[in-house]
Nanobody, 121 residues
Framework: QVQLVESGGGLVQPGGSLRLSCAAS????????MGWYRQAPGKQRELVAA?????STMYADSVKGRFTISRDKNTVYLQMNSLKPEDTAVYYC?????????????????WGQGTQVTVSS
């Protein structure tokens, strides 16, 4: 079973930046895809960004050019710049063996506790 611990969230003004971290432990191989998801109140959980093998990345249209995903072994990061109020959500990470496209499926065996990101003036 994979354990996921997200951190780095907080309250930030519009236009500000945050860097999220997610440490994954358990049986994880370098070829596994890792990704960040978010869920705003009253909305479904959605894929924000995903990465495979440190170079292949995918971003939701709403965050392209503002967010950057990166990975160091079993830790995945999300650098968020030019934050907007609509980025407010609980952010989660997850991992699965498969292609980056498979990260579009939001169903996973388990989730971490997430980290709250609030963008407000």
């Amino acid at each position: 079973q994979v354990q996921l611990v997200e951190s780095g969230g907080g309250l930030v003004q519009p236009g500000g930046s945050l860097r999220l971290s997610c440490a994954a432990s358990g049986t994880i191989f370098s070829f596994y895809a890792m990704g960040w998801y978010r869920q705003a109140p009253g909305k479904q959980r959605e894929l924000v960004a995903a990465i495979v093998s440190g170079s292949s990345t995918m971003y939701a249209d709403s965050v392209k050019g503002r967010f950057t995903i990166s990975r160091d072994k079993n830790t995945v990061y999300l650098q968020m710049n030019s934050l907007k109020p609509e980025d407010t959500a609980v952010y989660y990470c997850n991992v699965r063996p498969g292609t980056i496209e498979t990260m579009k499926r939001v169903t996973f065996p388990s989730w971490g506790q997430g980290t709250q990101v609030t963008v407000s003036s």
